[in-house]
């Protein structure tokens, strides 16, 4: 008995003195408010399938894009998946309203291999970067397209950056500096990496130098690699369909002199992150 009395006194004692304690830390954070410090949420990325086949009209889909998550769940990340879901849908509804019946001969089993389906395909290639401020995510999303009857299939891209810490979607202008005459420093710079190509015996072909030249819908698909800036041209835009995409990485050192003071890929340009 005399060691159970023992015992509760102690437990008492204890509680007592964490009260003491609680309420002595809670008095000093009261009196002398601390500065909140800035948090980073960390930004995951899951693989979404949707794939879904019908008979009338025939057509397959097969879709993979990126979702990104975040804990806590921020505004940024919601607003970048809505960009990606809205694109997504889009283009699988474009593709079932076309008119996918036969062209020229109504028995299937008369097409080629590979030409006796309708089917859209979707890909994607997915850089999260980190320097000082800014956490930035580029996707770069890939559809194919393939309509029955038709030899050649269609691939079209279109591109995401954003900075998440900022919920901000980025321009490619927005890099830059205002009076540095960007475009033609990206044209200038592409037209030589591909003139290089073609005397390297890359391209079967010689490309079409006026769709590199310095207009803002020439540079449109852009995206940010651990590399550098990644500009994508459309299949046909500057090379034959058998030359697909063609895509140029140029170093965010060589972009240095042009790049805005504020821009948040300063920090790879001069390796500090």
């Given at each position: 008995?005399?060691?159970?009395?023992?015992?509760?006194?102690?437990?008492?004692?204890?509680?007592?003195?964490?009260?003491?304690?609680?309420?002595?830390?809670?008095?000093?954070?009261?009196?002398?408010?601390?500065?909140?410090?800035?948090?980073?949420?960390?930004?995951?990325?899951?693989?979404?399938?949707?794939?879904?086949?019908?008979?009338?009209?025939?057509?397959?889909?097969?879709?993979?894009?990126?979702?990104?998550?975040s804990y806590p769940n921020t505004a940024s990340a919601q607003a970048l998946?809505?960009?990606?879901?809205?694109?997504?849908?889009?283009?699988i509804q474009n593709f079932k309203d076309h008119d996918h019946a036969p062209?020229?001969?109504?028995?299937?089993?008369?097409?080629?291999?590979?030409?006796?389906?309708?089917?859209?395909?979707?890909?994607?290639?997915?850089?999260?970067?980190?320097?000082?401020?800014?956490?930035?995510?580029?996707?770069?999303?890939?559809?194919?397209?393939?309509?029955?009857?038709?030899?050649?299939?269609?691939?079209?891209?279109?591109?995401?950056?954003?900075?998440?810490?900022?919920?901000?979607?980025?321009?490619?202008?927005?890099?830059?500096?205002?009076?540095?005459?960007?475009?033609?420093?990206?044209?200038?710079?592409?037209?030589?990496?591909?003139?290089?190509?073609?005397?390297?015996?890359?391209?079967?072909?010689?490309?079409?130098?006026?769709?590199?030249?310095a207009y803002p819908q020439n540079f449109k698909i852009w995206n940010l690699?651990?590399?550098?800036?990644?500009?994508?041209?459309?299949?046909?835009?500057?090379?034959?369909?058998?030359?697909?995409?063609?895509?140029?990485?140029?170093?965010?050192?060589?972009?240095?002199?042009?790049?805005?003071?504020?821009?948040?890929?300063?920090?790879?340009?001069?390796?500090?992150?």
């Amino acid at each position: 008995m005399n060691v159970k009395l023992v015992f509760l006194k102690g437990n008492k004692i204890l509680l007592q003195l964490l009260s003491i304690l609680i309420l002595i830390s809670t008095l000093a954070s009261c009196a002398k408010p601390k500065p909140t410090p800035a948090v980073y949420a960390e930004w995951l990325v899951t693989h979404q399938t949707l794939k879904e086949r019908n008979k009338t009209p025939t057509y397959t889909i097969d879709a993979q894009y990126p979702e990104i998550h975040s804990y806590p769940n921020t505004a940024s990340a919601q607003a970048l998946n809505k960009l990606i879901h809205e694109y997504v849908s889009t283009s699988i509804q474009n593709f079932k309203d076309h008119d996918h019946a036969p062209r020229n001969t109504p028995e299937l089993d008369d097409y080629p291999n590979g030409m006796h389906i309708n089917a859209f395909h979707l890909t994607y290639n997915y850089h999260q970067l980190k320097t000082r401020g800014h956490t930035l995510i580029s996707v770069r999303l890939e559809s194919t397209l393939q309509y029955l009857g038709e030899s050649t299939r269609q691939h079209r891209f279109v591109s995401f950056n954003y900075d998440m810490n900022h919920n901000t979607l980025l321009n490619l202008d927005a890099l830059f500096k205002p009076d540095a005459d960007y475009l033609n420093v990206l044209a200038t710079k592409c037209q030589k990496r591909l003139s290089e190509r073609l005397t390297g015996g890359m391209y079967w072909m010689p490309y079409d130098p006026s769709y590199t030249s310095a207009y803002p819908q020439n540079f449109k698909i852009w995206n940010l690699g651990k590399n550098g800036l990644a500009i994508t041209f459309q299949e046909y835009q500057i090379t034959p369909y058998t030359d697909k995409a063609t895509v140029i990485v140029l170093s965010y050192s060589s972009l240095r002199s042009i790049l805005a003071d504020n821009s948040p890929l300063r920090g790879y340009a001069y390796n500090i992150y």
